[in-house]
């Protein structure tokens, strides 16, 4: 059992440092910070014994791995003012929550008050 914890746990750390390199590649110094900070959280609990309080650190980790892979978007100034943005497909998610504002027992005179939702009234260049 310990060593089926053990083996989820290196996943865990290794996913962590490719998110990295993929996420902040090109940008050495902030490759070394965060590879630094992974390297500090994992040895800092290095001596947790306790199944759950693992099983949560890495359910941590795992969220932690999701955040950076979708949500931090690396950004080159190329000229002053003018950035490059390096964006990956999974950050292209859609990830509003789009619905019909009305509930179904509004009467049709309502429907003229409805407030776009989800971008509905963006216009395309």
Do not use: W
């Not at 992974?38 to 040895?43: G, K, M, Q, T």
Request: aromatic residues 4%; proline residues 2%.
């Amino acid at each position: 059992m310990a060593e089926i914890l053990r083996r989820k746990v290196l996943h865990q750390f290794k996913k962590l440092h490719r998110t990295r390199l993929n996420t902040f590649k090109g940008d050495e110094y902030a490759l070394k910070v965060v590879r630094a900070k992974i390297n500090e959280e994992y040895r800092k609990n290095k001596d947790i014994m306790n199944y759950a309080d693992i099983e949560k650190l890495n359910k941590t980790a795992q969220e932690v791995e999701q955040e950076i892979r979708k949500t931090v978007i690396q950004a080159v100034e190329k000229k002053p003012g003018i950035f490059a943005l390096r964006i990956t497909p999974e950050m292209l998610e859609d990830n509003a929550t789009c619905g019909n504002s009305l509930s179904s027992n509004n009467n049709q005179s309502n429907l003229a008050n409805k407030k776009p939702v989800c971008g509905e009234n963006i216009k395309k260049l």
